[in-house]
């Protein structure tokens, strides 16, 4: 990410900045059966409002992906890849995706008169950006969003192993409500608490500092870790699921589903928790 100022410095009305474009097969796959586990309703709804990969990257592997795993549930889900870098767009639409538009352009999401959307996933986005432009690339987004519909905002190792996301949910006033935070391991390496603060979204990182919300999260995520070792517990799965119970008992809002755990998704509901970006 070079050194804008503001997100429309370029002036091409397109709101951000081509940055590097690395992606992989499968990298994503983890984050869409999230979306299909946790946000089922919405992705099954009838409608033509969009799932919407922002920033695909250079190959159009994630967004194919996407597609392909969510029509699973919903047949005539419409799905709109949106990039700024006008070659990456052009080699997307030269791939001849199935039912699958790519477009140009930024966090504005460059939609048609009468066009909404009810997911924006946006991996390996906004970690390449400052983190003031955080709130403004949100703003820019939630337009497009309709009622009920979430921007789904994260950063992920290069194989998408490990991933860490932001949810955000747009109320009936019109308003994003910052709803949740998700963290996924996929139980191939040691597990640790320690594995996710480099992930973290954008606008927590700054964040892991003693007195914020996020910092003190981490820190009772680390005890009871701790704590669950001493108890005798060793596998990754074990110390996975015994640290979200343990985190649930230190009264964090913690979903304690098996489909969620099992799968090595951790969700913390962050309301009141933590503040908006
Ligand atoms: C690292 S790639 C991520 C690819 C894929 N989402 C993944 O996670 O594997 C980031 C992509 O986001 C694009 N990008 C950055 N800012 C953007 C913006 N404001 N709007 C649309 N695309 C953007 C970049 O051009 C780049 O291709």
């Known amino acids: 990410m070079n050194d804008l100022q503001d997100l429309d410095e370029l002036g091409q009305g397109r709101k951000g900045a081509i940055t590097r474009g690395k992606t992989a097969p499968n990298r994503l796959r ?19 409002s969009f799932f919407c990969d922002l920033g695909f990257g250079e190959d159009v592997f994630t967004l194919a992906q996407s597609a392909a795993i969510l029509r699973r549930i919903n047949p005539g889900l ?10 990456r767009v052009e080699r997307a639409c030269a791939a001849g995706l199935m039912d699958i538009e790519a477009r140009l352009g930024g966090f504005e999401l460059p939609l048609k008169a ?24 949100l703003e820019l987004m939630a337009p497009a969003l309709v009622t009920g519909g979430i921007i789904f905002e ?11 996301a932001n949810v955000f949910k747009k109320n009936s006033q019109g308003l994003l409500d910052y709803d949740s935070l998700v963290f996924r391991f996929a139980f191939k390496e040691a597990f640790s608490p320690s594995l996710f603060p480099p992930l973290l979204p954008r606008n927590l990182i700054e ?17 009871v870790f701790e704590r669950s070792r001493q108890l005798g517990v060793r596998s990754n799965q074990g110390l996975w699921k015994s640290t979200a119970r343990m985190l649930a008992e230190q009264g964090f809002g913690i979903t304690l589903q098996k489909r969620f755990l099992s799968r090595g998704l951790l969700i913390l509901n962050v309301k009141g928790l933590f503040q908006w970006p």
Request: with cysteine; glycine share 8%.
């Open 78 to 87: 419409p799905v709109l890849g949106v990039e700024i870098d006008p070659d």
């Open 207 to 223: 964040k892991m500092v003693s007195g914020e919300a996020v910092y003190c999260f981490f820190k009772v995520w680390e005890e």
């Open 114 to 137: 009468g066009e909404s959307v009810r997911i924006v996933r946006a991996f390996n986005v906004l970690r390449q950006y400052k983190a003031f432009y955080y709130r403004e690339a």
């Open 154 to 164: 994260g950063s992920s190792s290069p194989w998408g192993d490990i991933w860490c």
């Open 30 to 48: 983890s984050a869409d059966l999230y979306l299909a586990l946790a946000h089922r309703l919405l992705v099954s709804a009838k409608g033509r």
